[in-house]
């Protein structure tokens, strides 16, 4: 009886001990999202989401520059990025054992840990030196090299998830290599992949550092690629360090707009790859 | 047996992971349209030597063998065999029920048939429910044939499989203790279905079950150590074994 009451506390201690630490973790998350509720909501307005800024000193004005800009950068960085580094942690999963998976996977391991900041200089080395101006091209490229390495380690261990009895099933059906690996392994895995994706977009979307040095910001709407391109978060800090007061009310509203596209894109890919055992493929 | 044609065979068949020997020098026949039991206790080889049928084997790193597997009399290692066309001709269920989980019960049944050309849709709504009559799961699952295969009983996903394996016709089916993970209403309904099968193929059977040999099987071979000891009709090899090691095994004095 005795034994019975101290495991029961016991039990209940360490269920409380991880309650404390859930709260721990998402207790900042919170409070960031509030804050930005708080000081961001009251500069929103329709008007926030579809005009461009107007000079400072006047009122009004809006983002749609910065928000045009980042869709269009961080696409052009998911159209380089997701192919790549799911095909390369296909690759790392599919022959595990090989040299080039190995030194592949210690690279991707150690690009997961480089500062993005010195993948902002290292794009500029690369582009925009060489052209001799920024663009919003160089940024996606920036932004590509981000997302590289962190899709391709999360492609790979889920890829390892998929039972090897799964993988033997299609091969004694007389499945071929390739088809087994995409058509069914893959294919199991791909919820996860596709989560883990949006993961890359949505960390990638709120990048600075590599931008300043490559897409470099703008107070103009454009749709040139090959031209300097506003950002939200190249907006956000412009706005934050800005001398006026108005300002730093928009670089509240601006980072609230961030979340909020992030939001809508990763919602958008979840009811897009929701649907699974109606359609009869 | 209405004919004894030899359907598939081996000829001093040795298998190898690297330099380990599985299995040593095994020669055996299998007469078509016949239930074949390989027995033996856990590591003899059995397994192994049912991979090296269908070139299973030769996919786990440092697989290789030497002698030969006839099927018809035509050696399936010769170069100008491919492996994938030699699986549709000698289909395989394993232990545990594999049904692809992204696909539906519909899907999972038509997967081998979509491998090697188009088929009309009207032929394969035909095969799908052929083969899930044939491997007696059509009843239960007819009214949600675009459900997930995997909100399906254990025993249900093995029939599965089968409806899998024999949707593409093969000759051949090799059956990887198929029961071990089922229970006994599950193992009843497999074994009576490998008692149909036998009328369209020719069905060799690992297990590790010696009434489940004695009920489905028409001949038994005892593997022990890597090496065929014993071979023969069923009821021979359960009755009067030739060899001391069978009938000490099939006793259960030891394995």
């Known amino acids: 009886m005795n034994r019975r009451v101290f495991r029961r506390v016991k039990s209940n201690a360490m269920v409380g001990l991880m309650v404390v630490a859930v709260v721990l973790a998402v207790l900042p998350l919170l409070f960031i999202l509030l804050n930005l509720v708080a000081k961001g909501a009251g500069s929103l307005s329709v008007a926030f989401f579809t005009r461009e800024p107007v000079p400072a000193g006047e009122t009004g004005g809006g983002v749609l520059h910065a928000i045009v800009g980042t869709l269009l950068i961080v696409g052009g960085a998911s159209l380089i990025g997701l192919p790549v580094g799911i095909a390369a942690g296909v690759y790392c999963a599919e022959y595990t054992g090989s040299r080039l998976a190995k030194a592949t996977r210690f690279l991707a391991d150690v690009m997961n840990g480089t500062p993005s900041i010195v993948v902002g200089v290292f794009a500029w080395t690369l582009i925009v030196a060489r052209q001799k101006h920024f663009s919003a091209l160089a940024g996606s490229c920036a932004l590509a090299m981000l997302m590289i390495p962190m899709v391709l380690r999360t492609t790979e261990e889920l890829i390892r998830l998929v039972p090897n009895s799964l993988r033997e099933a299609a091969l004694a059906l007389g499945y071929p290599r390739w088809r087994t690996s995409l058509g069914v392994v893959v294919r199991t895995a791909l919820p996860g992949i596709v989560t883990g994706s949006l993961l890359a977009v949505a960390r990638v979307a709120g990048e600075t550092a590599p931008l300043l040095f490559t897409a470099l910001g703008s107070q103009y709407l454009s749709y040139r690629l090959n031209e300097p391109m506003a950002a939200l978060p190249l907006t956000v800090y412009t706005y934050a360090i800005g001398p006026y007061e108005e300002w730093h009310q928009y670089a509240w509203a601006t980072a609230l707009v961030l979340i909020l596209v992030v939001l809508v894109l990763s919602l958008a890919a979840r009811l897009a790859t929701r649907r699974r055992f109606t359609a009869n493929g | ?69 006839l099927l018809d009399g035509e050696d399936v290692y010769a170069p100008k065999v491919s492996p994938m066309q030699l699986r549709r001709r000698i289909g395989m269920v394993f232990q545990k029920p594999t049904p692809f989980p992204t696909m539906s019960i519909y899907d999972n049944v038509a997967a081998g048939l979509r491998l090697e050309r188009r088929v009309s849709r009207a032929e394969l709504d035909e095969v799908v429910e052929r083969s899930l009559r044939q491997s007696a799961l059509w009843d239960e699952v007819k009214d949600r044939l675009k459900a997930s295969a995997m909100a399906l009983s254990g025993g249900q996903q093995q029939r599965l499989c089968i409806a899998r394996t024999i949707a593409p016709r093969p000759e051949v089916i090799l059956l990887d203790e198929p029961t071990a993970s ?17 009328r369209e193929f020719t069905i060799v059977i690992v297990t590790h079950n010696m009434q489940q040999a004695a009920r489905v099987s028409d001949t038994t071979t005892f593997f022990y150590m890597g090496s065929m000891i014993e071979t023969g009709p069923t009821r021979q090899i359960f009755t009067r074994p030739a060899q001391e090691q069978t009938e000490a095994y099939i006793t259960g004095r030891f394995g």
């Open chain 2, 182 to 198: 089922l229970d006994p209403g599950g193992t009843q309904r497999i074994e009576e279905l490998v008692f149909e099968l036998k």
């Open chain 2, 1 to 69: 047996m209405a004919e004894s044609r030899v359907h598939l065979a081996t000829d001093r068949l040795t298998a190898m992971y690297g330099k380990f020997t599985a299995v040593k020098d095994v020669s055996l026949t299998f007469t078509a349209n016949t239930v074949n039991a390989l027995i033996g206790p856990s590591g003899c080889g059995k397994s192994t030597y049912l991979r090296t049928l269908n070139r299973m084997h030769e996919l786990v790193d440092g697989g290789w063998i030497t002698g030969k597997v």
